[in-house]
């Protein structure tokens, strides 16, 4: 059965490109008929609906045929989301296996002939709703992408919005004509819209991923430009202001109504803001090119429909952790059987001066042991509870290793509330530690400790790089208390 209607899925889209590559419109309705060979040049132009069908197709005869290949010769599932996470072990391209390695090449190559076509009918359309041609670099940036698409597909060609409007829209009537009125009307809605589709996102759904932290800002900055630029021209720096400031508004109410604390609001700013001041920077474009309202409304809706869209997708099509690894070292001047007594218990750290623990995050006090030998039971106390570690390998003097059986809270969030933000329960999940020791001949002791975790908040190479800088923190806060014990005993 499932055979069958892929089969018919295909059959039915080629029809459709078919139909799109030899069907000639009238003259009256489209000024320059699509012909196939728009699919192969950059040269030309191309309309809104044969540009919206080729990408559909396209991206449906892609899919199809890499989860063919995948399944069938690598054996490997893949689906949707693996275009943002590939289905490989390593996380580093440097650390790919062979088999990984040839698996990401034949998709590649088999991409060549569908990034060609993409770049080809994006450079036309362009071409034709007289949008600047560099754009076109938004075509291989992840998610992103995705709106750009449908910008593309409701933009009408430029030559067909010359002209004055028929009749004063209603936004015309609304938006104010001067500049600070229009930057009040442009900030204020964009931002309400924002908090509610972000408190949708992490409150209702519970997804704090791709929609919340990438579509969103950049959404918001493009259509908060969209209406400070609706009568006439503005500034750039007027358009990066605007859309700085409705990204900043949105994080202040959500910490003002208790929906997120202060740390996860200024952990998410550095990516927040650079994706608003790109949707300003790509709204100035637009405006530059004289678009009237027409597109000036139907941007305004994607920018609003799209973030929340991206939710619910994420939302029903969860997408697995990857498994990360994070490893720090120390060198110690004491032999390993003195430092072994101060690893699998010690006493309370000193007071931490790492900023991110003194803002909330968790960060470890002491640790006690129950017993000896695998299937021992280690006890963490943390700054926000108790890490309860089941010890899986004890070789006494040079390797101790555990897992996670009971957990605390990542952080404490600063608020004026007492909340409980939903990224606190699981998202960030450690699994694992081991800790070895290995003498050296000068007689010092070399102390590694790798610990493996899962983070569910996406983008995962930004959350990455928060997560693996507070595992690092706990490491070096514990290895230099263990080093102060071991080599003043």
């Known amino acids: 059965m499932i055979t069958s209607l892929f089969a018919l899925f295909v059959v039915v889209f080629v029809a459709a490109i078919l139909v799109v590559a030899f069907h000639k419109p009238s003259r009256r309705t489209q000024r320059e008929p699509f012909r196939f060979a728009n699919l192969w040049s950059f040269r030309g132009q191309v309309g809104r609906g044969a540009y919206a069908t080729a990408g559909i197709v396209g991206f449906a005869l892609k899919h199809n045929l890499d989860r063919a290949v995948a399944?069938?010769?690598?054996?490997?599932?893949?689906?949707?989301?693996?275009?943002?996470?590939?289905?490989?072990?390593?996380?580093?391209?440097?650390?790919?296996?062979?088999?990984?390695?040839?698996?990401?090449?034949?998709?590649?190559?088999?991409?060549?002939?569908?990034?060609?076509?993409?770049?080809?009918?994006?450079?036309?359309?362009?071409?034709?709703?007289?949008?600047?041609?560099?754009?076109?670099?938004?075509?291989?940036?992840?998610?992103?992408?995705?709106?750009?698409?449908l910008v593309l597909c409701v933009v009408p060609a430029a030559d067909s919005a010359t002209g004055l409007p028929a009749r004063e829209s209603s936004l015309r009537r609304v938006i104010p004509e001067s500049m600070l009125g229009s930057a009040f009307a442009a900030i204020i809605p964009m931002a309400a819209i924002g908090a509610a589709i972000a408190y949708f996102g992490v409150q209702t759904v519970g997804v704090y991923g791709w929609g919340v932290f990438v579509a969103l800002p950049f959404c918001l900055g493009l259509g908060a430009v969209m209406i400070y630029t609706f009568h006439r021209p503005r500034s750039i720096g007027g358009c990066i202001m605007v859309s700085l400031l409705a990204v900043g508004l949105v994080a202040l109410a959500l910490f003002a109504v208790a929906v997120e604390g202060l740390i996860c609001i200024l952990m998410a700013i550095p990516i927040a803001a650079p994706l608003a001041l790109l949707g300003g920077i790509i709204g100035y474009l637009i405006q530059r090119g004289r678009l009237v309202q027409p597109q000036t409304t139907s941007l305004m809706l994607v920018a609003v429909l799209f973030p929340a869209g991206f939710i619910g997708v994420e939302s029903v099509a969860p997408v697995t952790a990857p498994l990360y690894e994070v490893a720090t070292s120390i060198t110690i001047k004491a032999p390993p059987s003195r430092i072994w007594e101060n690893l699998i218990a010690f006493p309370d750290l000193p007071t931490p001066n790492q900023w991110l623990f003194q803002a909330g995050v968790s960060h470890p006090i002491h640790a006690t042991i129950d017993g000896d030998g695998v299937g021992a039971v280690r006890a963490c106390l943390f700054s926000t509870g108790t890490f309860v570690e089941r010890i899986d390998g004890w070789e006494k003097d040079r390797r101790l290793a555990f897992s996670i059986v009971a957990k605390s809270d990542a952080m404490q969030e600063l608020s004026p509330y007492n909340i409980h933000p939903r990224h606190l329960d699981g998202y960030f999940d450690p699994v694992r530690a081991e800790f070895t020791l290995q003498a050296n001949p000068d007689g010092t002791t070399t102390l590694q400790g790798r610990s493996w975790y899962r983070n569910s908040m996406w983008p995962a190479v930004y959350w990455r790089l928060w997560s693996d800088r507070i595992l690092h923190d706990v490491h070096r806060s514990v290895f230099e208390h263990l080093k102060r014990l071991s080599e003043t005993a």
């Open 71 to 149: 399944t069938l010769v690598f054996h490997r599932p893949f689906g949707i989301f693996n275009y943002w996470i590939p289905p490989v072990d390593a996380v580093r391209i440097s650390a790919l296996s062979h088999d990984d390695a040839v698996f990401l090449s034949t998709m590649v190559a088999l991409s060549l002939v569908f990034i060609w076509v993409g770049l080809a009918m994006t450079l036309q359309r362009l071409r034709s709703a007289g949008l600047p041609l560099p754009l076109v670099a938004l075509f291989f940036l992840p998610v992103l992408n995705l709106f750009f698409f």
